[in-house]
């Protein structure tokens, strides 16, 4: 599947567990702090722009929203979190929803993290991440807004919040890829496509024509799980 995201389109929307589709075809999961760029990299990756939506107030929007990946995966572009003033009721409910989705939903393949790369993992991150890690599924992080360092500055970037993961979750950090990504440039693009493509069982052969800015890029090496979750405990 050369563009894995490409020709995604809107499916249902979920407020509850109750709500979620029934088990079956693979899923994969956007996450991040309201403002990292979320909804921004997944138009990016599907080639839209106007597939998923940036809230005018964020981190109001409650809700997962699936969209339909053409080989019949989904997408689940989870709530962005961090940002809202809302009640501490309604701020437990989502964390506690997003947490079981995160850690025992049996068609959820892989979790695509945002974060702002500006500014590093932030202390939520590090919770969805502790909390998602003991699945054994695993995490692409795409660190965006490169696009506002130096080209030389951008590796580092990247290799910092590598750096960061490393030291705190060390037993999982080979469930881990890191890719520097900006949704304007079009850096990365090539490289997240391969990860997201080899989690669907895909193959990338020739997701080759790099955009501009990422004419040298490699696709970092997807560690951990790729085929499917394991069962959760």
Do not use: C
């Amino acid at each position: 599947m050369k563009h894995p995201l490409q020709l995604a389109e809107f499916h249902l929307t979920v407020a509850n567990d109750a709500q979620l589709p029934p088990p079956g075809p693979p899923e994969i999961a956007f996450a991040g702090r309201s403002n990292a760029g979320k909804s921004s990299a997944i138009n990016a990756l599907a080639n839209r722009t106007r597939l998923a939506f940036t809230s005018k107030t964020p981190g109001r929007t409650q809700q997962i929203n699936f969209f339909r990946l053409r080989n019949g995966a989904l997408l689940a572009d989870l709530p962005g979190y961090g940002y809202a003033a809302v009640p501490q009721a309604l701020k437990r409910h989502w964390q506690e929803f997003l947490a079981r989705y995160l850690a025992t939903r049996q068609s959820l393949v892989g979790l695509v993290l945002v974060v702002d790369a500006r500014h590093g993992l932030a202390d939520l991150d590090r919770r969805l991440l502790a909390g998602y890690f003991p699945s054994g599924r695993p995490v692409l992080v795409l660190a965006t807004k490169v696009d506002k360092f130096t080209a030389s500055a951008q590796g580092g970037a990247r290799r910092a919040i590598e750096r960061d993961i490393a030291g705190e979750f060390p037993f999982h950090a080979a469930q881990v890829a890191v890719v520097a990504f900006s949704a304007t440039r079009h850096i990365g693009i090539p490289a997240a496509e391969a990860i997201l493509a080899s989690w669907l069982g895909e193959t990338t052969s020739d997701a080759g024509a790099p955009a501009p800015g990422d004419r040298k890029e490699k696709a970092p090496r997807s560690r951990g799980v790729t085929r499917g979750p394991k069962n959760p405990r």
